[in-house]
């Protein structure tokens, strides 16, 4: 399971970051978005990866191989910040293809 979460992770951080270098801006902000999506599995993977475990109690006692419960925390908060920033890179992108009549990340015309 580790393994295909550790190639998750490196197939988006490697999509994010060649998305991040393409001249248009639609396509940085897609970049940003893969790369924060893979920042947020590497956070939930550092919790722990465990399955077919009981998520707190296992026959009314504490399960000892729990989950830590604070990178999911995170992970939640930093799902809800991206997709709060995503809308506003839209938005600033609408704004500025209809000012500058392109969406050149440079501003030029190819």
């Not at 940003?32 to 109690?57: D, Q, R, T, W």
């Not at 009314?60 to 910040?81: E, H, K, M, N, R």
Request: aromatic content about 6%; some cysteine.
């Amino acid at each position: 399971m580790e393994m295909v979460l550790s190639l998750a992770i490196g197939m988006m951080t490697t999509c994010g970051v060649w998305l991040i270098l393409r001249p248009r801006t639609y396509q940085v902000i897609i970049g940003l978005s893969l790369l924060s999506y893979a920042v947020n599995l590497f956070i939930f993977g550092v919790g722990g990866v465990k399955s077919n475990m009981p998520p707190i109690l296992e026959d009314g006692v504490i399960s000892t191989s729990l989950s830590d419960p604070v990178p999911q925390a995170l992970v939640l908060t930093a799902i809800v910040i991206g997709f709060a920033t995503t809308a506003l890179f839209l938005v600033v992108l609408l704004a500025a293809r209809g000012l500058t009549g392109n969406d050149h990340v440079d501003g030029r015309h190819e």
